[in-house]
């Protein structure tokens, strides 16, 4: 039971599918992939299985396509979620014979505003590689944990004051992204904020300023 289960049972539905040579939809599949160390369980919407052994990745949204295109903003977050489910999808491929995963993903929308559905072929290759790519360079959890103090625990349980202390023994890896999907972000942002980091002025300006590291540097 539970998400590795789950996990277990989708790879063997794959396998056999594939084996069976046939056309195969797996609705609401359950994957696994390891970040920093760790296994995170992934649910695309649905896995095609082609006759061929081929696997493709089926996202559906809700944002329309109007005259076959759609806002480029909401199909590039779509193609990196779908990216995502592809690296994990391959983990799978590679101990399953005669598989193979396809950079091509099916992005399905409802169409011109209305209820009927309309799919377009989405390449993913490239952010294929550069979620690849920071995959490789997160730090692990196991070496997060050992550079805390002795003792440090984070359960919710503890008093306010040992869980602040707690929180501030762990370096603050802010971007302005974070507001939108994490919960400590305005306390990373303050604190990055308070040691000038120009992390704070986002990713690309980060990147972009090379070894400056603290706005009063810039």
């Known amino acids: 039971a539970g998400p590795e289960g789950r996990a ?4 063997l539905a794959l396998r056999e599918a594939t084996a069976a040579g046939g056309w195969t939809l797996l609705d609401h599949p359950m994957l696994a992939l390891e970040v920093a160390g760790s296994p995170a369980y992934l649910e695309p919407d649905a896995v095609v299985v082609h006759p061929d052994g081929r696997w493709t990745v089926v996202e559906i949204k ?3 396509m109007i005259d076959a295109s759609a806002d480029p903003s909401k199909v590039g977050a779509a193609a990196r979620q779908a990216a995502v489910y592809v690296l994990a999808l391959e983990r799978v491929a590679a101990v399953t014979e005669g598989a193979e995963v396809g950079h091509r993903v099916l992005l399905v929308c409802p169409k011109d505003f209305s209820n009927l559905p309309t799919a377009s072929v989405v390449d993913v290759r490239k952010q294929r590689a550069v979620t690849r790519r920071q995959l490789t360079r997160l730090t692990r959890v196991e070496d997060i944990a050992a550079a805390l103090p002795e003792g440090t625990t984070f359960d919710p349980a503890c008093p306010p004051e040992e869980l602040d202390a707690a929180v501030a023994a762990v370096p603050p890896a802010y971007a302005p992204e974070c ?3 994490c919960e400590l972000a305005f306390h990373c942002r303050a604190r990055s904020r308070a040691e000038g980091a120009v992390e704070t002025l986002g ?6 300023l090379g070894g400056l590291t603290t706005v009063a540097g810039v």
């Open 179 to 181: 507001l939108a999907a």
């Open 8 to 11: 277990a049972r989708t790879a």
């Open 62 to 64: 809700s944002f329309p």
């Open 203 to 208: 990713r690309s300006t980060r990147g972009e």
